[in-house]
């Protein structure tokens, strides 16, 4: 079965780098994403688009729009990326820079970081942006749930917020990350009404494949996230993703195996991955 990591990274991010050598233990460079890979058989992996100019400075206000991928001077070839959107660098420039960036073959869809920036995803602020996805048919990203910092603000990252959002924007796609984990069965309900609000399985669990499967073990760990793919019903909604380099890869995929039913395994790894992000259709022929 072909795969594709519908939501990793490739930033020179600090947090990222100590992540990768004190938690999940495993080589956050070219060199260690093209061999997980092609170990896993991940034929493509979409990274979050991400800078910092500070060193441990994310969410970094200094950081441009859009942000692009930096950990290496060489992208794998099956590698692309969502450009992503900082709040505060929204003019009228950035906007032109931005509409030039996801015209790029590489460029497959937008990010916003919710929570990390203290708009909600229905503020003024974004509606550009929105709009130039629905010029291009791409979908939007937003980070949804626990921030990867304590400087986020969960307020703004709670998956309800985006109900208004799905409703306002029909014309365009939006994928919420994470699942709004651990308001997973809020977000059930938003991908389960809305028709354009589908959510990736990524960044579950921090750390090591013993981590994985200790949280796996846990008789109540994962029973929240059950209930909410259960409330769903509809799993062509989700999509697979490590948040790499949060887990090795292999030890994710083999988790969430196991709690998507083998008859969906089809559309969580790799199909509804194809759809919702059309530009990939040419890097996965």
Known sequence: MKIIDAHM??????????????????DYSYEGII???????????IAMGLTEKEVEGFPDPLAPTPMGIDLDTNIPENVVYCAGINPY???ESELIQLEETVQLPEVVGIKIYLGYYPYYAYDEVYQPVYKLAAKYGLPVVFHTG???????????????TLDEVAVMHRDVNFMMAHFGDPWTLDGA?????????YADLSGLVVGTR???????????????????????????KFLFGTDWPLV?????????????PEEHHEDVFYNTAV???PKVKAFVK
């Open 9 to 26: 990274h490739f930033s020179n991010i600090e947090s990222f780098k100590h992540t990768a050598t004190n938690l999940s233990k495993l």
């Open 210 to 236: 013993e981590d994985i499967t200790r949280y796996k073990d846990s008789p109540r760990f994962f029973n929240h996230l059950r209930h909410a793919l259960t409330f769903t019903d509809n799993y062509e």
């Open 275 to 277: 759809k919702l992000f």
């Open 35 to 45: 061999k997980e890979y092609k170990e896993s058989n991940v034929v493509l992996g």
């Open 146 to 160: 626990d921030t990867y910092s304590e400087r986020g603000l969960l307020k703004y990252s709670h998956p309800l």
């Open 248 to 260: 090795p890869v292999q030890p994710y995929i083999d988790f969430i195996k196991e709690i998507i």
């Open 89 to 91: 660098h929204l003019g």
């Open 189 to 197: 309900e938003v991908v389960y009404k809305n028709r354009n609000m």
